[in-house]
């Protein structure tokens, strides 16, 4: 169901401060009303984001791969809503739009562990004749009030290297850090041929199974996690529907700019390891979306991560992107990435550094947990 169109013509100019935390600058303009974009509507949030993000795409491409991923599993059937700001008199005149794509949160505080619904606030872009005037600001404030209302969110979140301006609109960031790895490794020796034999690549066919045995053990997982009190652990779940989106954004990019898809969506160890990634061909990098292994023995384990991650490095050199980053530095990445990076993988170069896109959290109701944590906080969550 369509969210309810709001005349803006009502709210004052000055600064306002409400339960949401978020303050609207001055002056907005008051000839403008925020509402769930319109067919009509959406082609022009499309055609805006198209300007801000789609230099890799033409804009028909770009508007269609908006149109595509808006029809997947995930953001079909209300899963992403696209939201906008626009002239009372002119509805088809977008000033500044961005999406709410649903999530699923498994939430673990001292009363035990529930699911709830968290969202992901993508492609914020206001029209370049209008920045600067407070429109942004003004629609998040509008989208934090459905999200607290309608849209029940536990938490909802954003990824930009725009922190301070969200943290001014009630989203704090959360930086962390990433592991890049560049080089060639088609030169690299000293496999163990054993793993090697064992390694198996990953389709779209693999990741429904993949996927459920991952949200079951995280489950699991977190069950047995203590938690103090006023302590909240949350985990964006790594559903299938979560993942495949970003394999639908690839295959889609991949098929206009190469003229095919990839077919490769990670690599798995027998039944024991496996990772998936994607392909950001705007970012030129493969990431890393989630490693999960069940291998007892930690120096087989680090093995086995070293090779999946060298068939990563493999897959990034077919596509001829130049890094493969992960967002999951657990200490065992850790250590594989030390390994990979050493004397024995001559050409092979690993950095950790702090992540460009910075996740920041907006819990509901705008209110600050400073006992909160989100875990894992992995590539596979970003939308
Ligand atoms: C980021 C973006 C969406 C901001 O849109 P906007 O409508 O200009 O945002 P606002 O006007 O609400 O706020 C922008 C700045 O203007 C300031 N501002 C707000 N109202 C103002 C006003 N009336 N007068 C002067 N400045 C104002 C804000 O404080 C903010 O300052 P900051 O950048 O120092 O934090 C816009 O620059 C854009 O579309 N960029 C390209 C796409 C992009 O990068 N999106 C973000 C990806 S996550």
């Keep these: 169901m369509a969210y309810r169109h709001i005349d803006l013509e009502t709210i004052s100019n000055d600064h306002v401060r409400d339960n949401s935390n978020s303050v609207l600058p001055t002056p ?20 805006l984001a198209a300007a801000a ?8 491409d770009f508007v269609d791969r908006e149109t595509f991923l808006n029809d997947q599993p995930l ?21 500044s739009t961005c999406r709410t794509i649903r999530r699923a949160i498994l939430l673990k505080d001292s009363h035990g562990i ?53 943290a001014k609109n009630g989203w704090v960031a959360m930086p962390a850090a990433e592991i890049s790895i560049t080089g060639k490794s088609s030169i690299q020796h000293n496999h163990d041929s054993r793993i090697e034999s064992a390694l198996e690549a990953l ?40 993942i495949s989106l970003q394999h639908a954004r690839a295959d889609f990019v991949g098929l206009k700019l190469n003229g095919t898809t990839p077919q490769r969506k990670g690599v798995r160890y027998a039944s024991k390891a496996w990772l998936y990634w994607h392909h950001d061909f705007r970012k030129q990098c493969l990431y890393i979306q989630r ?33 493969v980053v992960t967002w999951d530095l657990s200490s065992d990445v850790c250590e594989a990435a030390k390994l990979l990076g050493s004397g024995s993988n001559e050409g092979i170069t690993t950095r950790e550094a702090r992540r460009k896109e910075t996740m920041s959290l907006r819990w509901t109701g705008g209110v600050q947990l400073k006992s909160a944590a ?10």
């Design 28 to 47: 907005v303009p008051t000839d403008v009303v925020f509402g769930e974009a319109t067919p009509d509507q959406r082609l022009q949030c499309y055609k």
């Design 53 to 60: 993000f789609g230099s890799h795409l033409s804009e028909a």
């Design 75 to 95: 953001t079909r059937n209300g899963g992403c809503r696209v939201w906008c700001l626009y002239r009372a008199n002119a509805p088809s005149t977008v000033l």
């Design 114 to 166: 529930r699911e709830e619904i968290g969202y992901c606030i993508v492609s914020v872009v206001t029209s370049t004749e209008h920045r600067g005037q407070g429109l942004a600001s003004l629609l998040l404030h509008h989208v934090a009030q459905w999200l607290d209302g309608p849209g029940q969110a536990a938490v909802s979140m954003l990824y930009s290297n725009r922190e301070e301006f969200y």
């Design 203 to 242: 389709g779209d066919g693999d990741i429904t199974q993949l996927c459920a045995r991952d949200v079951q053990s995280l489950r699991s997982h977190i069950e047995t996690v203590a938690i103090a009190q006023g302590d909240i652990l949350a985990t964006i779940l790594p559903t299938a529907e979560l």
């Design 291 to 323: 490693l999960r292994t069940y291998v007892k023995n930690k120096s087989i384990r680090i093995k086995i991560i070293v090779a999946l991650f060298l068939q990563a490095c493999q897959e990034a050199e077919r596509w001829g992107l130049p890094r």
């Design 374 to 383: 989100i875990a894992p906080n992995e590539a596979y969550a970003w939308n």
